[in-house]
């Protein structure tokens, strides 16, 4: 099995920034993919960035140039670096890995609030 656990959400004034992290922990796992899905109230989740285990990043069209994301393989972490944030970032902020043969996790999501 693998834990994973999210950190870093909060309430922040449009054109803050805020870092969210998710480290996995558990038992003889290798992460292939890792990143950030988000849900806002009333609509379905969407993917927000994701990073493979060679550091090829993807992201959503609509949030080039203000988040990144990124990983660190030893502590088995992603990261979500968000700037310029805006009200319709408002959402329910999920992270995942994809472990091979294992199948995808997911962290307990982190609440993501921006006041215009």
């Known amino acids: 099995q693998v834990q994973l656990v999210e950190s870093g959400g909060g309430l922040v004034q449009a054109g803050g920034s805020l870092r969210l992290s998710c480290a996995a922990s558990?038992?003889?796992?290798?992460?292939?993919?890792m990143g950030w899905y988000r849900q806002a109230p009333g609509k379905q989740r969407e993917l927000v960035a994701s990073?493979?285990?060679?550091?090829?990043?993807n992201y959503a069209d609509t949030l080039k140039g203000r988040f990144t994301i990124s990983r660190d393989n030893a502590k088995n972490g992603v990261y979500l670096q968000m700037s310029s944030l805006k009200p319709e970032d408002t959402a329910l902020y999920y992270c995942?890995?994809?472990?091979?043969?294992?199948?995808?996790?997911w962290g307990q999501g982190s609440q993501v609030t921006v006041s215009s």
């Open positions: 995942y890995v994809d472990v091979p043969r294992r199948g995808t996790y």
């Open positions: 990073i493979t285990s060679g550091g090829n990043t």
């Open positions: 558990g038992s003889a796992f290798i992460i292939n993919s």
